[in-house]
């Protein structure tokens, strides 16, 4: 039987020159390995998301709270102290004006 058949043609083909389902095989194991890396990564994006926002609301923010509300005390005093100084100020200048 010196002639190929045809159909023992197909197969050497494929079997030497046909890649596609090695490759299809390396593609679809490219994307799990890929899928699976970035979904780890958003998954550590996102735990280090949750706990900067943790760590704002149990920190940061009583603190910039406290600065606030210090400062707040601080200003509201010395608009104290300079309406006083004001009012003095208008009360003489209202006295000489009599005299």
Not at 29 to 54: A, D, H, M, P, W
Not at 67 to 76: H, I, K, P, Q, Y
Request: glycine share 4%; hydrophobic share 30%; aromatic share 8%.
């Amino acid at each position: 039987s010196a002639f190929i058949h045809l159909r023992d043609v197909g197969e050497i083909y494929s079997r030497l020159l046909d890649h596609r389902p090695v490759i299809q095989g390396e593609i679809r194991y490219f994307v799990k390995e890929f899928e699976e890396k970035r979904g780890l990564r958003e998954l550590r994006v996102l735990e280090n998301l949750q706990s900067t926002i943790s760590e704002t609301n149990e920190d940061v923010l009583p603190r910039c709270e406290q600065v606030m509300r210090d400062s707040w005390s601080e200003t509201f005093r010395r608009l104290q102290a300079a309406s006083n100084r004001i009012q003095r100020l208008q009360e003489r200048e209202h006295k000489q004006r009599k005299v």
